[in-house]
T-cell receptor, first 115, second 114 residues
Framework: AQKITQTQPGMFVQEKEAVTLDCTYD???????LFWYKQPSSGEMIFLIY??????QNATEGRYSLNFQKARKSANLVISASQLGDSAMYFC????????????FGTGTRLTIIP | SAVISQKPSRDICQRGTSLTIQCQVD?????MFWYRQQPGQSLTLIAT?????????ESGFVIDKFPISRPNLTFSTLTVSNMSPEDSSIYLC???????????FGPGTRLTVT
């Protein structure tokens, strides 16, 4: 069975600073995918970034990067130069077989950006 | 990226009634997923719906309570039957993207059962 752990229920960060959201995972699958989603107060789930288990390079998408440490089973999300609009819930999730499979979600981290 | 719409966006229903939620995608997809997000909680998968076959339900969810239809590759419905206040949640449908590295969610349906 897959499990995602997010140990930070809430974080407060000053605007323009970088922030790291922690995510650790557990799985027995040799192939898997790791996802990060942002959920603003409106409730929609916004896809941010993806990392495959065999990817050699850390994924990056604009201000988002994923710090993938396979041996430690961690997939932390790094947001550079935080903005007020980054305030939201952030969920880490994983799937087996890289993707196109059901997702298992962590409990989420509520990020608040302070002006 | 896939564009997904859900209807209704929100509803308030009385206990004992049923609500059918629709999910429409702008492109053909093989797999569609239905998730539930109870207040203040994370997302939990209800079932996976493939076109032309019965939906596959996760532990704790049964077809009698959450019947699902998948008549074609762009559409699916989830019915929440015989509702109780505990069914008050956001219900989201999700689909694969153009490649295996993406999964997209609809805007969700906020259901309140009184």
């Amino acid at each position: 069975a897959q499990k995602i752990t997010q140990t930070q229920p809430g974080m407060f960060v000053q605007e323009k600073e970088a922030v790291t959201l922690d995510c650790t995972y557990d799985t027995s699958d040799p192939s898997y995918g790791l996802f990060w989603y942002k959920q603003p107060s409106s409730g929609e789930m916004i896809f941010l970034i993806y990392q495959g288990s065999y990817d050699q390079q850390n994924a990056t998408e604009g201000r988002y990067s994923l710090n993938f440490q396979k041996a430690r089973k961690s997939a932390n999300l790094v947001i550079s130069a935080s903005q007020l609009g980054d305030s939201a819930m952030y969920f880490c999730a994983m799937s087996s077989n890289f993707g196109n499979e059901k997702l298992t979600f962590g409990t989420g981290t509520r990020l608040t950006i302070i002006p | 990226s896939a564009v997904i719409s859900q209807k209704p966006s929100r509803d308030i229903c009385q206990r004992g009634t049923s609500l059918t939620i629709q999910c429409q995608v702008d492109s053909q997809v093989t797999m569609m997923f239905w998730y539930r997000q109870q207040p203040g909680q994370s997302l939990t998968l209800i079932a996976t719906a493939n076109q032309g076959s019965e939906a596959t339900y996760e532990s704790g969810f049964v077809i009698d309570k959450f019947p699902i239809s998948r008549p074609n590759l762009t559409f699916s419905t989830l019915t929440v039957s015989n509702m109780s206040p505990e069914d008050s949640s956001i219900y989201l449908c999700s689909v694969e993207g153009t490649g295996p590295t993406e999964q997209y969610f609809g805007p969700g349906t906020r259901l309140t059962v009184t």
